[in-house]
């Protein structure tokens, strides 16, 4: 059974763009979260889908959003970027919201 | 959910028994004790979960006194692969169904080391 992709997976911007990550679940789960992970800040959860709705936020600025398609695939977005978005960002699916999570291999974006 | 607090680091043998003990006093009567691995550059990867007493499966045991304020991840006969940050997390989580819709809170996590 195939694992969490996420695409791309490694990806340089500069400030004041947007960015969008991809990440495709393992087949026949439903709900997929997003996280960040940085030196300074370890894992911190941004949020959480669960047919194609989002159920769950972390404590993140609006600039961060997501979605979630019929097929379960998420998107996440990032507007305006700054330097301190640079991270790798984690995508984690699960069959229901909170049960065990199967991490991707993440996204690392770089801002410059 | 429960804040949880572990050592920053620990550093092992290889072939020893590794001991990593995460306190989480304000654990509430539905939280459950999950454990994740997590190696440079990878996401993280579920080691195991419980709620109480002890719990074992192929790479490690999990031990939670009766007070479930602090639990301990114990990894036998540890090798070089091992060398990971280990994470302890406290939250409500639908084990085996249920509608609870959680979010992961991670720690700083623990650095194990593991020397030849």
């Known amino acids: 059974k195939a694992g969490v992709t996420q695409t791309p997976r490694y990806l340089i911007k500069t400030r004041g763009q947007q960015v969008t990550l991809s990440c495709s679940p393992i087949s026949g789960h439903r709900s997929v979260s997003w996280y960040q992970q940085t030196p300074g800040q370890g894992l911190q959860f941004l949020f959480e889908y669960f047919s194609e709705t989002q159920r769950n936020k972390g404590n993140f600025p609006g600039r961060f959003s997501g979605r979630q398609f019929s097929n379960s695939r998420s998107e996440m977005n990032v507007s305006t970027l700054e330097l301190g978005d640079s991270a790798l960002y984690l995508c984690?699916?699960?069959?229901?919201?909170?049960?065990?999570?199967?991490f991707g291999p993440g996204t690392r974006l770089t801002v410059l | 959910l429960a804040k949880t607090t572990q050592p920053i680091s620990m550093d092992s043998y290889e072939g020893q028994e590794v001991n990593i003990t995460c306190s989480h006093n304000?654990?509430?009567?539905?939280?459950?004790i999950t454990w994740y691995q997590q190696f440079p550059s990878q996401g993280p990867r579920f080691i195991i979960q419980?709620?109480?007493t002890k719990v074992t499966n192929e790479v490690a045991s999990l031990f939670i006194p009766a007070d479930r304020k602090s639990s301990t991840l114990s990894l036998p006969r540890v090798s070089l692969s091992d060398t990971a940050v280990y994470y302890c997390l406290v939250g409500e989580i639908a084990a085996a169904g249920g509608t609870s819709y959680g979010k992961l809170t991670f720690g700083q996590g623990t650095i194990l080391t593991v020397h030849p």
């Open positions: 419980g709620y109480k």
């Open positions: 984690a699916s699960s069959l229901r919201p909170y049960n065990e999570q199967f």
């Open positions: 304000n654990i509430a009567t539905n939280d459950y």
